[in-house]
């Protein structure tokens, strides 16, 4: 089918303002990458998965100007936490406020740097599980960043690191336009915890590939605030092995528009993929969640638990899929998404699904919107907890279920204080 007129002028606009990175082992991808976007173009507002979401913002051809918020007194998210930092400031990999990248059972490069090589390890897997993730839908942003990616971290973890690694996205430019993409195998038996927290950009464009070989585990969990003019288009594509696990949460404060995918192919017996999410929106503020986990193998269980807050006409999105292939008998397949709406003028879309060729399986799939418990509101105020608080208690309450899907308490924990503390800031 042709392409309209109108999504080859602004796919064609968009990529003239961009250069792509030549030579070495990635160029062949990129190629691919290239023509792929050709062919389908950049997301326009009819497209079935972005008619919840205006794409407009993160194809344009410039990034619309973020103020960077001025730091506060409170402290970076994980700063209490031992860690590997790795920063990149508007996109670019900052050597001096990163830790040296040694560490044992992992071996960290950059992208910019490996690039030039014309063998590497990753070579099998740059671009694959994106462009594996584009069956049955197109992903167009994620192609952009294989191709057009200037860094990012290419990640072969072999043991069990000492310490999470800890990616971290400075915001310095008003008009930053950053496209990062990160690359990780995870090999048989080992095990990493990886953490991402910062603004990043004015507009931020990021692709992470993970491949989760039998028997690995990998906890993600990510932070995205602060600037709240900031917008970001991230995506996740992870394929897991046999006995492999995949666990990865989500907390979203401020930001005027976020869109974050998720895609995780379960392709070996016995595999467990856990996706979560919460976010917090006042205002100007629109959040998507777009998931899609694909069981193709025996007995394996995936989670998407997501919750989201909204007030002062905030706007939330949700579209989650499962789809069970014919043959993975024995799946367990949950799918949660809720808000909370604090006021008339937010709104909160959803769009869940199940496809399902398996005749052995067990999957459901609920999305609620509500107000606070008046019942619960008044037994709070009844025994003198004013009001500001008894709602921000309830708050916390609603978001538990999310927050208990990251398995470190530690880290759980650090989120816990700062949804307390966001829900505190907007009290006053």
């Not at 001096?96 to 910019?112: H, K, N």
């Not at 310095?172 to 990493?192: F, N, P, R």
Request: charged fraction near 25%; include cysteine; hydrophobic fraction near 40%.
């Amino acid at each position: 089918m042709a392409l309209a007129q109108t999504k080859i002028d602004a796919t064609q606009e968009r990529l003239n303002a961009l250069e792509m990175p030549q030579g070495g082992w990635s160029s062949a991808a990129r190629a691919d990458a290239l023509a792929r976007l050709h062919a389908m173009g950049l997301p326009a507002r009819r497209d079935e998965y972005w008619k919840y979401t205006r794409p407009d913002t993160l194809i344009q051809a410039e990034a619309l100007e973020a103020a960077v918020f001025e730091i506060t007194d409170e402290p970076q998210v994980f700063t209490d936490i031992d860690r590997l930092k790795i920063v990149f400031v508007d996109g670019v990999f900052d050597p001096e406020a990163s830790d040296d990248l040694s560490l044992e059972g992992v071996s960290i490069e950059r992208l910019a740097d490996a690039k030039q090589s014309d063998i590497h390890w990753a070579q099998g897997l740059y671009g694959v599980l994106e462009k594996n993730g584009q069956d049955p839908v197109e992903r167009p942003l994620a192609t952009l960043n294989t191709a057009f990616a200037s860094d990012g971290v290419l990640m072969h973890v072999t043991g069990k690191p000492s310490k999470p690694i800890s990616l971290i996205y400075r915001h310095v430019s008003t008009t930053s336009d950053a496209i990062l993409h990160h690359v990780v195998k995870v090999d048989s038996g080992a095990e990493v915890t990886i953490l991402e927290n910062g603004p990043a950009a004015a507009r931020f464009n990021k692709c992470m590939e993970i491949d989760i070989a039998d028997g690995a585990k990998l906890h993600h969990v990510r932070t995205q605030g602060r600037d709240h003019e900031r917008r970001a288009a991230t995506h996740m594509f992870a394929r897991l092995g046999a006995d492999a696990a995949f666990k990865s949460f989500t907390l979203t404060v401020n930001g005027v528009m976020t869109r974050n995918e998720c895609v995780i192919e379960l392709t070996g017996d016995d595999a467990i993929a856990h996706v979560a999410g919460a976010a917090l929106g006042d205002g100007d503020f629109h959040h998507d969640d777009t998931v899609f986990i694909t069981h193709d193998a025996v007995n394996c269980e995936s989670r998407q638990v997501f919750k989201k807050v909204l007030r002062n006409g905030a706007t939330g999105v949700f579209q989650g899929k499962i789809l069970v292939k014919a043959g993975a008998q024995k799946t367990d397949g949950y799918q949660i998404s809720q808000a909370l709406l604090l006021d008339d003028d937010s709104q909160f879309l959803a769009k869940p699904e199940l496809e399902i060729y398996a005749d052995d399986v067990a999957c459901s799939h609920g999305s609620t919107t509500g107000a606070i418990d008046e019942d619960a509101l008044f037994y709070l105020r009844s025994r003198g907890v004013p009001v500001g608080e008894a709602t921000d208690l309830l708050t916390l309450s609603f978001l538990a279920e999310a927050v208990e899907e990251i398995e470190d308490s530690a880290l759980a924990e650090e989120v816990s204080e700062r949804l307390a503390s966001w829900l505190t800031r907007r009290r006053r």
